[in-house]
């Protein structure tokens, strides 16, 4: 209903930024673009717009409620499910090069050593003038591409020296991201780990910043908390670590004992296998009525403003803003109804949408070693607990191999044979044939 373009004399209240040389990073795959930026390198002005959803769904309408129900777009290798309409997702409220959109926009000023000075938030007008992918922005920061708009350089330069202040009383854990490709006929042909790049550094600290001044904004609302992690969790940590001739004693400053591993992880070179083993021992992070902070990013309130077209906490944020904005108490309050319910229900809906993304992969996997039985392939032993469990790391990466009750040390290097595999289950099973030395 709401059309293809935006009328911009519709809405004459709304602050005019396009004339600013907003831009999209995205994944080169990416569908929809729900945020855009912008920095005025002279002002120390940084600009994150980020798509204006609440404009077109209004609380407890039929499309509303669906995305209530879903609560997050799931995405899988060959295809999205989209918590929206793709209408709207894809369309209305995608940031588009070249296209007048609307967005819900904190303009946030720095300075000179990098603190923030004041926080605006706007409902504007904006069009952003180039869609970058990752990769092209990486190849501008390394000087091998003409920098088109002109402050990629010097905002990177800035969000760097922030990151290096922020991770004093942060974490930076080096994750990998498992990507799998599939056929034509939905078979798994190849899987790669994407890392994340000064690019994606870049972006996610400018985001880091408009979720900082959300909520800041707030004192009950959507919250994402995260909390510190449980003390049997950090002794089996220290367990893990032991074994694998990491010599580390319990303290009561789980941050500086974390950095402290991770220092000699660098030292040793396994910072990434290393980095997964504290992981594994953080709790979860999770949605809240009531903020309580988030320990990994070291934040003293932290919310998620900017994906509204993907999560429905990033929607129902934007409308508690926009009330308050407005000085509008009642609609405040009254969008405030049973949000402790909503929020414990997010923060199972995002278990669920990880757990069916994970599902589907495994089940990929399963179907691809169905075909293998008998075959060896590299791995290393990524768990040996209660059971022992190897990942692939062979042409095929990151497929689960379970391998029974087996003597072997965590992060062995190993040769395995796959022995079964159950599809309806998604489940492989094997059998160390070497184990190898490095």
């Known amino acids: 209903a709401w059309g293809d373009e935006v009328d911009p004399a519709i809405y004459p209240q709304r602050v005019d930024l396009r004339e600013l040389a907003f831009c999209t990073i995205d994944p080169v795959d990416a569908k929809d673009f729900d945020d855009a930026i912008y920095f005025d390198e002279k002002k120390r002005e940084i600009y994150v717009a980020i798509a204006d959803v609440s404009e077109y769904v209004t609380p407890y309408s039929p499309i509303d409620a669906e995305a209530k129900t879903r609560g997050f777009s799931i995405y899988f290798p060959h295809k999205a499910v989209p918590m929206l309409p793709r209408n709207l997702s894809e369309n209305i409220c995608s940031l ?49 591409r003409e920098d088109e708009i002109g402050w990629i350089k010097p905002l990177f330069a800035l969000t760097s ?99 402290k591993i991770q220092a000699q992880a660098d030292a040793v070179g396994n910072r990434e296998e290393i980095d997964k083993l504290i992981i594994k021992s953080q709790k979860k992070a999770e949605y809240g009525a009531q903020n309580l902070g988030h320990f990994g990013l070291g934040f003293e309130r932290y919310t998620h403003f900017t994906s509204p077209i993907r999560r429905y906490s990033d929607l129902t944020l934007h409308r508690l803003l926009k009330a308050k904005l407005r000085n509008d108490e009642k609609f405040f309050n009254y969008l405030l109804l049973n949000i402790e319910a909503t929020c414990s229900n997010l923060s199972e809906l995002e278990r669920e949408a990880d757990r069916v993304a994970f599902d589907f992969m495994d089940r990929k996997f399963a179907r691809w070693a169905k075909e293998r039985i008998g075959q060896q392939f590299n791995a290393y032993i990524s768990e040996n607990q209660n059971v022992a469990v190897a990942r692939l790391d062979d042409e095929i990466k990151g497929a689960r191999i379970f391998l029974g009750a087996y003597g072997v040390n965590l992060l062995q290097k190993v040769i395995v044979e796959i022995t079964d595999a159950n599809i309806a289950t998604a489940e492989i099973f094997g059998k160390v044939v070497k184990k190898i030395d490095v």
């Open 96 to 144: 588009k090069p070249n296209t007048v959109r609307l967005a819900f926009c904190f303009k946030i000023t720095l300075g000179e050593e990098g603190e923030v000075i004041k926080e605006e938030l706007l409902e504007a007008l904006i069009v952003s003038k180039r869609r970058f992918n990752y990769d092209e922005v990486d190849q501008i920061l390394r000087g091998e």
């Open 161 to 259: 020296r922030l990151r290096k202040k922020r991770l004093k009383n942060a974490f930076d854990f080096r994750t990998q991201e498992l990507r799998m490709s599939l056929d034509a006929d939905g078979g798994l042909s190849s899987t790669r780990f994407e890392t994340d790049t000064d690019s994606h550094r870049l972006v996610e600290d400018c985001m880091l910043l408009a979720n900082v001044a959300a909520a800041k904004r707030i004192g009950k609302g959507v919250f994402r908390n995260h909390g510190s992690p449980d003390l049997r969790k950090i002794q089996i940590l220290l367990e893990d670590l032991g074994a694998l001739g990491f010599d580390f004693v319990y303290e009561s400053d789980i941050a500086n004992l974390v950095r």
